[in-house]
């Protein structure tokens, strides 16, 4: 297969995939790939099968074309393929919650600045570096490079990258609890998909109206959080976004949960982490673990909520998960208390603070820790943060 035949298939299986036909698409780019003699092509083509991958949640196979990619463009000896390259190895790590992996091959991206495609793929190298130091509950680190990813699309005018970039500010204020922020991020990212998304995919939607729920679900608004889960889960059937269709259901089991309704609440639960495990979201297991236990506290079953966190626990050691293992601590603390067992609780109240140190999660100006309620931020210049009050 030559060039012009290669670019021919390459449009075609594009065609299919924007028109929802992705078993189709596959089948096409797989044909390229075994067929063109044409390196720059097969370059392209695995780019496509990356994406389509990642959007399935077919994270290791993502993974494994990712590989196959980075031969390809050594085989280019073209800096900006392989940077790019690279930077597909980065994001399929850090769909599997290899997030040490994901830092060190953004890492060899920035260190290997090509021309200006390079340049232009820093602002998603930054986004990916923010998201694995969010998965390690490295704060400071996370918002840095946030920030850094931000200044890149404004510079470039990329407003895709605008977009995602808002929508994980939205997950990281969100998990420091300043849900004014956390919601204000993602409702921006909204703002750019009305404004500018028109031949978007419609992922991106979908990934600002998850963000707005999580806000909203926070800041008790249940009504609307149920509004944004809606819209964004029926976005992720129609596409086949697994990974979307994960977050969703936990979203839901977590408003069920806050009205205090169980029952509906563990069948999504349940719903949630058989994705979360088909795919290898571990980040996200540990998550609907959370939830499930705080399910299991509401109805006294204290034994059934300690064997979740048991498994949470183990999740989070593995990840490196220091926000998820800081919230287990204090869920133990809680069940131990009621159980009257001193020992335990005293245990847990000791590895709760080393956590909190681990983080730095408490304010330069008050001293007190972040985190722990709702509370407005401000983030000065070296992004450390502290109460604006």
């Known amino acids: 297969m030559g060039q012009d035949q290669t670019k021919q298939q390459i449009e075609k299986g594009l065609h299919l995939y924007q028109s929802n036909q992705t078993e189709?698409?596959?089948?096409?780019?797989?044909?390229?790939?075994?067929?063109?003699?044409?390196?720059?092509?097969?370059?392209?083509?695995?780019?496509?099968?990356?994406?389509?991958?990642?959007?399935?949640?077919?994270?290791?196979?993502?993974?494994?074309?990712?590989?196959?990619?980075?031969?390809?463009a050594r085989e280019l000896e073209d800096p900006d393929y392989l940077t790019e390259s690279y930077l597909n190895l980065a994001r399929s790590n850090e769909k599997l919650c290899e997030f040490q992996k994901t830092i060190s091959y953004c890492k060899t991206c920035l260190n290997m600045q090509g021309t200006t495609v390079s340049l232009q793929l820093n602002g998603q190298v930054s986004l990916s570096m923010g998201n694995a130091f969010l998965g390690l509950s490295i704060f400071q680190k996370a918002l840095e490079c946030f920030e850094k990813a931000l200044r890149y699309a404004h510079n470039n005018d990329d407003k895709m990258l605008e977009c995602r970039v808002c929508c994980s500010l939205g997950n990281f204020y969100a998990q420091i609890k300043d849900y004014e922020k956390a919601l204000?991020?993602?409702?921006?990212?909204?703002?750019?998909?009305?404004?500018?998304?028109?031949?978007?995919?419609?992922?991106?939607?979908?990934?600002?109206?998850?963000?707005?729920?999580?806000?909203?679900?926070?800041?008790?608004r249940l009504a609307d959080a149920m509004d944004c889960c809606e819209e964004s889960m029926k976005i992720a059937l129609q596409h086949g976004d697994r990974p979307l269709q994960a977050l969703c259901l936990l979203c839901f089991a977590d408003i069920h949960r806050s009205r205090k309704d169980v029952q509906t609440a563990f069948p999504r639960y349940d719903s949630s982490m058989s994705i979360m495990t088909e795919i290898g979201n571990r980040l996200g297991l540990i998550q609907v673990l959370l939830g499930m236990t705080k399910c299991w506290m509401i109805q006294k079953e204290l034994?059934?909520?300690?064997?979740?966190?048991?498994?949470?626990?183990?999740?989070?050691e593995g990840l490196g998960n220091k926000l998820g293992l800081l919230k287990l601590h204090c869920l133990c603390?809680?069940?131990?208390?009621?159980?009257?067992?001193?020992?335990?609780?005293?245990?847990?109240?000791?590895?709760?603070?080393?956590?909190v140190e681990e983080m730095e999660l408490y304010c330069g100006m008050c001293g007190e820790s972040i985190g722990e309620k709702n509370n407005q931020l401000q983030a000065l210049p070296?992004?450390?943060?502290?109460?604006?009050k």
């Open 333 to 355: 603390e809680r069940i131990y208390r009621t159980k009257g067992q001193q020992r335990e609780l005293r245990d847990h109240v000791v590895k709760f603070h080393e956590c």
């Open 184 to 220: 204000f991020f993602p409702c921006k990212a909204a703002e750019l998909v009305n404004d500018y998304g028109k031949g978007w995919s419609l992922k991106y939607r979908a990934m600002s109206q998850y963000h707005m729920a999580v806000a909203y679900r926070k800041l008790g």
């Open 303 to 316: 034994d059934k909520a300690l064997e979740s966190i048991e498994k949470a626990q183990e999740l989070a």
């Open 24 to 72: 189709k698409a596959l089948r096409v780019w797989m044909r390229v790939l075994e067929k063109s003699a044409d390196p720059a092509g097969r370059f392209r083509v695995l780019g496509c099968l990356i994406t389509a991958h990642a959007e399935m949640g077919r994270y290791k196979d993502m993974l494994k074309f990712a590989v196959v990619q980075i031969d390809t």
């Open 382 to 388: 070296c992004s450390h943060f502290f109460h604006l």
